[in-house]
């Protein structure tokens, strides 16, 4: 049996666990003895990538040997994943306009949800976004303002956050990349400025003579290799591992209460239909399409660009859904860009830590589909201004916020604000953002890998 099958099974028995557990009770023996194990592997993961990325990417410097080169190959990195950004931005908006999510709420929730916006508006001393004021509708005298959209208190830490994070400079993210303590960037996980220390020593590398660092050269591959090691060692238990977690995070959710999962869903159906089927579109179509138009002159078709593409990706795939991270997946994807999907290390070893990074393609669609969906919970209409407000927000966000902790989180709370809408509504699809977290970490680890394959192609170095 293929490890990735192994990690569906795992998938699909911790779903039956968590399911099964609400009836008999046993969540909390779930959260005592079962949650622990997938907060271990995820922290052995994390463990790796941080030394993996560090050697790594001063060893695919040291092979590249031309400071061109990677001021090449990272120019055109950071174009195809800013454009695949912006391209998730515009499809969630288009199908959060067709689909209208929000407009499944019933008029009279809908009438009291902008009510209590207005009531939020007026303390604030702020405009309404579209011009108008339900409150002074005659037929509305009788309604209450429902204040649901004030009870933001348990996410008054990350609106403080978001705030402070859009006051300040538009250059601020390139200040965040330099670090002052190397040290202190391991300690606290700090990815963007880890890369630039391996930037800057593998460049510092490639400019002195290859006889005088022959031995520095080698003690970073084989410590390179180590680390892959390590991966493949921790992956052996992942199948348990992601048992584990899918048992406990649907656990959390639905508590010993069964009905709790099927009210979150029937609640929030269509909105999670509609972010998951514009995921499903960049996955499925999307990236595909990007490879494609770049090996089609190899004798690809679509088709077989699209089963190469997923069928090698799989366990990095299945193993971002249980994790949610793309920091703790990149050990993973990395072997699977270099073995599988046959992208040389030169470029493996830079793109993806960079991506894993600053490419926030199913993180942005979604934030795109949220926005509308709580402005349609509200009665709101947003112009086509606002709405190109928000991408350029959103695009701008995801380069920005990369090193922020609940940087998805976060970055809707920037989106939200840019168009004058409460940051406290992210507490409303708060309680299914877990569920739609690990749906959308997919589509990152997708679009790093589908980036990698067309940079190598480009420099010559993919073997497919």
Same mark, same amino acid.
């Given at each position: ?14 779903? @039956? ?16 003895? @079962? ?16 030394? #993996? ?34 391209? !998730? ?5 288009? %199908? ?50 429902? *204040? ?59 400019? &002195? ?13 084989? *410590? ?28 959390? %959710? ?13 609640? +929030?159906?269509?909105? *999670? ?5 514009? $995921?499903? +579109? ?26 190469? $593409?997923?069928?090698? #990706? ?6 971002? +859904? ?7 997946? @990149? ?45 349609? *919970? ?30 998805? &989180? ?13 940051? !406290? ?40």
């Amino acid at each position: 049996m293929k490890l990735h099958t192994k990690i569906v099974l795992g998938m699909i028995l911790g779903i @039956l666990w968590a399911v099964a557990s609400t009836y008999w009770g046993g969540a909390g023996f779930t959260e005592n003895w @079962l949650a622990p194990f997938g907060t271990i592997f995820i922290n052995a993961l994390k463990l790796i990538a941080i030394p #993996l990325v560090l050697f790594s990417i001063i060893d695919g410097v040291g092979q590249l040997g031309d400071p061109k080169a990677l001021g090449r190959i990272g120019g055109k990195a950071l174009g195809l994943y800013v454009g695949t950004t912006l391209i !998730a931005i515009l499809i969630g908006l288009f %199908l959060a306009n067709m689909t209208q999510p929000g407009s499944f709420v019933s008029a009279d929730q809908i009438t009291e949800n902008r009510l209590g916006f207005e009531a939020w508006l007026h303390s604030e001393n702020k405009p309404s976004p579209d011009g108008i004021w339900w409150s002074d509708r005659p037929e509305n005298a009788g309604y209450s303002a429902n *204040m649901e959209a004030q009870q933001g208190a348990a996410m008054e830490d990350k609106i403080v956050a978001a705030r402070a994070e859009a006051g300040r400079g538009p250059l601020a993210f390139l200040v965040d990349m330099v670090p002052s303590n190397i040290f202190l960037a391991f300690n606290n996980s700090l990815m963007l400025q880890v890369i630039f220390f391996g930037l800057f020593f593998g460049i510092a590398l490639v400019l &002195l003579p290859k006889g005088d660092t022959s031995s520095v050269r080698d003690f970073m591959k084989q *410590m390179t290799h180590i680390f892959i090691k390590m991966v493949e060692m921790v992956m052996l238990g992942a199948p348990f591992f992601v048992f584990a977690l899918m048992a406990s995070t649907l656990t959390k %959710l639905a508590g010993n209460e069964p009905g709790r999962l099927v009210e979150l869903f029937s609640s +929030f159906g269509v909105y *999670m239909l509609t972010v998951v089927g514009g $995921l499903a +579109f960049m996955a499925l179509f999307v990236y595909p399409t990007i490879v494609w138009l770049s090996v089609r002159r190899k004798g690809y078709s679509w088709l077989k660009v699209f089963k190469f $593409l997923h069928q090698n #990706l799989r366990p990095a795939q299945l193993l971002a +859904f249980s994790t949610s991270s793309s920091a703790a997946t @990149l050990p993973v994807t990395m072997e699977c860009v270099h073995d599988d999907l046959k992208v040389s290390e030169e470029i493996s070893q830079f793109t993806l830590p960079v991506g894993a990074t600053v490419n926030m393609d199913g993180t942005s669609l979604y934030q795109a589909i949220a926005v509308l969906f709580l402005a349609q *919970m509200h009665g709101l209409d947003l112009s086509l201004m606002q709405e190109m407000t928000i991408v350029f927000t959103a695009v701008m966000a995801s380069i920005g916020a990369a090193a922020i902790p609940s940087a998805g &989180l976060i970055m809707l709370i920037m989106v939200l604000e840019a168009v004058g809408l409460n940051p !406290a509504w992210i507490a409303i699809i708060f309680p299914v953002d877990r569920i739609l977290d690990m749906c959308r970490t997919v589509i990152n680890v997708t679009g790093d890998a589908s980036v990698a394959i067309v940079v190598a192609e480009s420099e010559g170095q993919w073997g497919g």
